[in-house]
């Protein structure tokens, strides 16, 4: 989270002693009977006319500082049990102003009408103030008129209420009115405003109309705005606006303020930082900190700004802006209580501007806010400034620990400034919401315009709560990098551990990375490390991109955890190379858990391609380490990038630990491996559970390779786990091609499906991938461990091997490469149970051996081994087959491929009956200039009926060759 010290008002809570020795105090006696005022020896005090007539009030009575005002009940001139002192001054002097409102000549509780204070003014008044109480007396006692001084309010305390205004030049602090206010009262006070803030504020002092507004207030070069601190108000306020600072100075803060019951709408604004003058600072931005608002009942609105920072000029900086709440929980914006707000906006203060060749400021922070309940809130902070010549962009401000509970929600982060190096995007941290819609938005890093790195993109970390309607997270976009500079990444995403997200429909997107126009890094897509949801909508997640330019960044990864209607998860592409180090790898994706009541969408992204020697970035790989539970499952892995060097092609993404269960279609596709100096391997899927309608497998093929390393191999599949299912149909890549003597790649496998009970298995593995030469051209896929029980078809085949490469050199014998053997299939172990009267069609096919060329060995064909079939109803078509051994062009010293031998092959018919065609034939030898293959041995096959089992096979004989043959057949 980007940060920055909250700034402590200033000013201390303990009073200051005067430093010369005051008059003696005196008590002056107000008459109630005739607004006559005497002291204690009978004298006559004298009302200040001037003042009077000129604000329009009966009377104005001056007290200096220790004086006293009491309300003699009994005309006696001295304080007695019971009478009232309606204002006592504790330090500075005050002018009351008294006004006869009903014309009867007497006293009322209503006719204190303003008091008008000199600096550093202390008072307290015991009942109401009708109007307004301001620092309009100059230090020899002069009523100012409508000016105010520069002078400050060090104590307040109104027992009543003050219908007016409360101003002063300086900082007012300490007050305290209302406690004993009446039923009917529904305010404190209007407003409460320092410095430049007061001007244009009507002031009256006649309980009527009032006399001018305040004109003006000259605020000392490089004086701070007024703070506004330590008030208590009992019934609430219109308005709490702090002044602006001097050229230079600081605005003015508010700080502890608490108000027992708002019922009206608030505005709470600090002031700004003043301008700099010629090649002086700009001040800081006022901040607010320890509110503690009270509401009652419903009201219209609250609005919460800090002030925005004072331009720079020259050479030197612009302020930084006011920031709001405090860095931790004790420093706090607080609402309360039954009532609910109608609009709520807390806006942070801008930095200042700033000239040429001058660090950029940055925008104020809000922490620490809870917000109890509202129709509709609004948080946001605004951009860093960006710097100017070498200098650099100030951050944006972030929003941390907010807690806020309304119909809506919506929080917004800057962006960072551009500068030498860029800003960083605000960031949102420790949000807790509960509302019908909530959007969280997170600014841009900043821009490089010279050598330092871009900004990151703003993160939203560690959210949770409750949004019963739209919720979308997201954050920024990396800044681009500049001169020799790295591009930024794109904002994360983290929602709370051990906490969950509870929302209708979800939407998440991270940004994508910077871009960069040279040797270093671009950006990397922004991240969701963890995400726990429960909705009751549709969730949507996508992570950035990463940027181009140097190596390319990753893209997002995810750890979510979800329960939603339907779930669509799409990762970020990685990053292109335009340098010599890798390109980027596309974004990975890890769910956790998932219950979707429909459909499950997820794509990941490709590797980013490799450039001037850079190898291409991987695929996004997929995984699991919970359930994932829905109507439909889609997953595609991205394809890897391809290089354009001499470095790898990046490989196909892959699927690992995947448990599903699904009522409909299960469809997984893994991403090609790429061309490169070396070809990518194509995605394996690895380690799945499924449970599925109907369940479809393909994985990637390999890459071509382009210079002297091998090809890539097709993407295999291990550890198939498909308990349920009425139709498994898989197929694996084929192997990459080669060029430049490079071997061509293998062809994907499928090993050891531990459990496949269904309907229908269809199984189909890839080719091997030609080679270059003198090497070998690359292995057919082969099929090595089924276990399971089938009521429908079966159909196994094995990939044939590739030919070998052919070169001929300036001199000398031609070169050949070894043809690639043809895949095997073995260590079957299938129930064929059918369905009475509804017959089964079995076809297992080996693949081919990959013929040779200038004087090497055919490939052999692939074996048929270790396989047991138990028929319990019927097989229609029955074919049994291995592949052929591969064949030479070579002369002298090429031998030609075996066929594929049988080998412990046994087919037993419990009850059921294997009529129509029982074919079983295995692999010709390969022809061969110096010898032939082998044709394909058949040993110990067995084909036999037990009960009511038939048998009418029409047996193939062993391959041609020069050893065909059939050894320990029994039928």
């Known amino acids: 989270m980007n940060s920055r010290l909250y700034r402590s008002p200033r000013h201390s809570f303990i009073e200051c002693l005067e430093s010369r020795v005051a008059p003696a105090a005196v008590v002056l006696f107000l008459s109630p009977a005739d607004f006559k005022v005497k002291n204690s020896a009978n004298v006559l005090a004298t009302s200040v006319g001037s003042a009077a007539l000129a604000t329009g009030a009966d009377f104005a009575y001056f007290l200096k500082a220790g004086d006293s005002l009491v309300l003699d009940a009994n005309a006696d001139h001295k304080l007695t049990a019971g009478e009232i002192t309606l204002v006592n001054t504790k330090s500075a002097g005050a002018l009351v102003f008294l006004t006869d409102l009903n014309g009867d000549h007497k006293f009322q509780s209503n006719e204190l009408t303003g008091i008008a204070v000199a600096n550093n003014a202390k008072l307290t008044v015991n009942g109401d103030v009708n109007g307004s109480i301001a620092t309009l007396l100059n230090a020899g006692g002069t009523f100012s008129g409508s000016a105010l001084i520069n002078g400050s309010i060090g104590s307040l305390v109104v027992t009543g209420s003050v219908s007016g205004a409360i101003l002063a030049g300086d900082e007012i602090s300490n007050v305290d009115i209302g406690k004993n206010a009446g039923a009917g009262i529904t305010q404190s006070v209007g407003l409460i405003a320092t410095g430049k803030a007061a001007i244009g504020t009507a002031l009256k002092f006649s309980g009527k109309t ?121 420093s706090a914006i607080l609402t309360k209580g039954a009532g609910k707000i109608g609009t709520v906006l807390i806006t942070a ?67 960072g400034g551009e500068g030498a190096s860029g800003g960083e995007g605000g960031d949102a941290v420790n949000l807790n919401i509960t509302a019908l819609s909530s959007a969280v938005l997170t600014g841009d890093g900043g821009d490089s315009t010279g050598k330092g790195a871009a900004g990151h993109g703003g993160a939203i970390l560690l959210f949770s709560g409750a949004i019963k309607g739209e919720l979308s997270l997201i954050t920024g976009n990396g800044g681009a990098g500049g001169e020799n500079a790295a591009g930024g990444d794109g904002g994360a995403i983290s929602g709370l551990p051990n906490t969950q997200i509870r929302s209708g429909n979800l939407t998440v997107l991270t940004g994508t990375g910077g871009g960069t126009d040279n040797a270093l890094a671009g950006g990397n897509g922004g991240s969701i490390i963890s995400l726990n949801v429960l909705s009751s909508g549709d969730v949507s997640i996508a992570t950035g991109d990463g940027a181009s330019g140097g190596t390319g960044g990753d893209a997002g990864n995810a750890g979510v955890q979800i329960n939603a209607l339907s779930l669509t998860i799409l990762t970020g592409n990685g990053g292109d190379s335009a340098g010599k180090k890798s390109a980027g790898d596309g974004g990975t994706i890890r769910l956790s858990q998932g219950t979707i009541t429909g459909d499950i969408s997820v794509t990941t992204g490709n590797g980013g391609t490799g450039a001037d020697a ?98 890539g191999n097709g993407g295999s599949i291990k550890g198939l786990d498909a308990g349920s299912f009425l139709e498994l149909s898989i197929a694996t890549g084929a192997g990459g091609g080669a060029s430049d003597g490079a071997a061509g ?42 276990i399971g029980s089938l009521s429908d078809d079966l159909s196994l085949t094995a990939g044939s091997g590739a030919a070998g490469g052919f070169f001929t050199p300036s001199s000398g014998a031609d070169k050949g490469g070894n043809g690639g053997a043809g895949g095997g299939i073995l260590n079957i172990k299938l129930a064929l149970t059918g369905i009475s009267a509804i017959p089964q069609n079995i076809s297992i096919q080996t693949g081919n051996g990959g013929d040779s060329q200038a004087n090497q060995t055919g490939g052999a064909g692939g074996a048929l081994s270790l396989i047991d079939l138990l028929v319990q109803h019927s097989i229609a078509d029955f074919s049994l087959a291995t592949g052929n051994g591969g064949s030479t062009d070579g002369t002298d010293g090429s031998d030609g491929g075996n066929g594929g031998y049988f ?31 082998d044709g394909g041995k058949i040993t110990n096959l067995r084909i036999e009926a037990t009960n009511s089992g038939s048998v009418a096979p029409d047996l193939g004989v062993g391959g041609d060759g020069l050893t065909p043959g059939l050894d320990g057949i029994l039928v």
Do not use: C, W
């Open 349 to 415: 203060g801008n930095g200042g501007n700033v000239d040429d060749g001058v660090n950029g400021s940055s925008s104020g922070s809000i922490s620490s806010v809870s917000v109890a309940s509202a129709a509709s809130i609004t948080v946001k902070t605004s951009d860093g400034i960006s710097g100017t010549g070498k200098g650099t962009g100030g951050d944006a401000g972030s929003i941390g620990n907010l807690k806020a509970t309304a119909e809506s929600v919506s929080i917004t982060t800057g962006k």
């Open 210 to 330: 009032s006399f001018g507004s305040v004109s003006n207030y000259v605020i000392p070069a490089g004086g701070a705005g007024g703070d506004i601190f330590n008030v208590n108000l009992a019934k609430g306020a219109t308005m709490i606006s702090a002044g602006s600072g001097g050229s230079g100075g600081l605005g003015g803060s508010i700080a502890n303020l608490t108000i027992g019951a708002q019922s009206s709408a608030l505005s709470i604004i600090a002031g700004a930082g003043g301008n700099g003058l010629a090649n002086g600072k700009g001040g800081l931005g006022g901040s607010i900190s320890d509110v503690d608002l009270t509401y009652p009942a419903d009201t219209s609105a609250l609005t919460i700004t800090a002030g925005n920072g004072g331009a720079g000029h020259g050479t030197k900086a612009g302020g930084a802006g006011g920031s709001i709440g405090g860095a931790t929980a004790s």
């Open 903 to 933: 080998l412990n092959v046994h087919v037993g018919a419990a009850s059921g009956s294997i009529f129509g065609i029982a074919e079983i034939t295995s692999g010709n030898g390969g022809d061969g200039a110096r010898k032939g293959g």
């Open 745 to 786: 790649g293998d062809g994907g496998s499928v090993l050891s499906i531990k459990r496949a009970n269904g309907g229908s298995l269809t199984v189909v593995t890839g080719d091997g991938g030609d080679s270059d030469a003198p090497t070998a051209g690359g292995d057919g896929g082969s099929i090595d461990g089924i």
């Open 614 to 711: 850079g190898a291409g970035g991987s695929g996004g790989n997929f995984s699991t380490s919970g359930l994932l539970r829905s109507s439909t499952l889609e997953l595609v892995t991205g394809d890897g990038g391809d290089s354009n060097g001499l470095l790898a092609g990046g490989n196909g993404g892959s699927i690992d630990s995947l448990n599903s269960e699904s009522s409909g279609d299960v469809s997984l596709t893994t991403g090609a491996g790429a061309g490169g100096g070396a070809g990518g391997d194509g995605g394996s899927i690895s380690n799945p559970v499924i449970s599925a309608r109907s369940i479809d497998l393909l994985t990637g093929d390999g890459g071509f390779a382009s210079g002297k390393f091998n090809a």
